[in-house]
């Protein structure tokens, strides 16, 4: 089924510049262009890349490239979430339990006092490999889907409507991820905020099944979704816009003359504007997602009744923090990986050269 996505992918408005178009005879495009006059390419139209990086791995939209980004959905997601464990279970314990975890610094005095440093890290594991494997999804799906979407709409209209792409593409691939990752943050959930529940994930699975059957580690998708669907298309589409802005805007020199360096500076900055956007939309839902993991047989529109309009806002400045820190690194991460497995990596969309001579007829 993933063969017209790699198709598609050679026909990609968001394909590398530094990955040459090839022919079915194995030439290049720059090898096989036909003289003027003689049937072929519309004149003035770019169909080869722009420069060739031979440190590329693999030709973009290929099954290689897709695996590749995979993985580095893996290493981005999966290590940024760890790492954070301490701030996340603060943040959990803040939105179910306000009356005794007061504030961000309140929250990590009891947890050490009652339970040790060793505490802050309670639910790591489940962490670790929930987010791998939603990083393993959101990350890889999103160049699927992304490269489908914009083939689907053409060249001129995929540039125009980019922001759409980008919204549509994240979107899809999150409703994947999120099945991946709803067992283990369910799990986590429990580890952290159920006093004496269970200390480990080896502990936490068997007792939930025994108690909840295979829902309890279901019950908490439909919320998961809608927490995490709106963050993620936050995240890529402002992430995306923001880099094409900084570039435009701010960075003094264009992305090519840039050095890797300066590139993934960019790309952190970028991630982490896009960070806080995301906290603020999705934190109404994973507060609820939270009560919901936290309380045996409970039911979303439950807690949102429970909790109040103000109650959901619950432990907002740590997830701040949190989720723009983690964003930005992922990001990084993600180029990072990108850089060292010498996989392509699109610049900022350009317009089309056919859109750029309408513009000139008008």
Same mark, same amino acid.
């Given at each position: @089924? ?26 290049s495009?720059?090898e ?31 099954a ?15 290590t ?121 994930f ?11 059957g ?11 979704? @809608? ?50 956007f ?8 994973d ?9 045996k047989?409970?039911?979303a ?10 109650? @959901? ?8 923090? @949190?989720i ?27 317009m ?11």
């Amino acid at each position: @089924m993933f063969s017209s996505f790699f198709q598609a992918a050679r026909n990609s408005p968001f394909r590398s510049p530094f990955t040459p178009v090839r022919c079915d005879d194995g030439q290049s495009a720059v090898e096989s262009v036909p003289a003027v006059g003689v049937g072929g390419p519309v004149v003035g139209r770019e169909i080869a890349a722009a420069a060739t990086s031979q440190n590329d791995s693999c030709e973009f939209g290929s099954a290689k490239y897709f695996a590749l980004c995979g993985i580095g959905g893996i290493l981005s997601c999966g290590t940024t979430h760890t790492f954070v464990v301490p701030l996340d279970l603060v943040k959990c314990r803040l939105q179910v339990d306000p009356a005794k975890y007061k504030n961000l610094i309140h929250g990590f005095k009891i947890t050490v006092a009652e339970e040790g440093v060793r505490g802050l890290a309670k639910g790591w594991f489940p962490t670790l490999i929930g987010y791998s494997a939603q990083g393993l999804c959101k990350f890889g799906l999103y160049e699927v889907f992304k490269v489908k979407y914009a083939d689907i709409l053409g060249e001129e209209k995929a540039y125009l409507y980019r922001t759409y792409v980008y919204l549509a593409a994240s979107a899809s691939a999150e409703v994947f991820a999120d099945i991946a990752l709803a067992p283990f943050e369910a799990a986590k959930v429990k580890i952290q905020t159920v006093p004496g529940y269970a200390n480990t994930f080896r502990e936490a699975v068997p007792k939930m099944y025994s108690e909840e059957g295979m829902s309890a580690f279901y019950k908490g998708l439909v919320p998961l979704w @809608m927490r995490q669907i709106p963050y993620t298309m936050m995240k890529f589409a402002c992430f995306e816009r923001t880099v094409e802005l900084l570039y435009k805007y701010v960075v003094p020199k264009p992305r090519t003359e840039c050095s890797k360096g300066e590139q993934l500076i960019v790309t952190f900055a970028a991630g982490y504007i896009a960070g806080v956007f995301c906290a603020v939309v999705s934190h109404p839902a994973d507060v609820v997602v939270s009560k919901l993991n936290q309380t045996k047989g409970a039911s979303a529109v439950g807690i949102v009744k429970s909790l109040g309009f103000m109650g @959901m806002w619950n432990g907002l400045t740590p997830r701040i923090i @949190m989720i723009g820190t983690l964003t930005a690194l992922q990001w990084f991460i993600y180029d990072g990986v990108k850089v060292a497995l010498g996989i392509p990596r699109p610049p900022p969309p350009e317009m089309p050269a056919s859109l750029k001579a309408k513009e000139k007829s008008k």
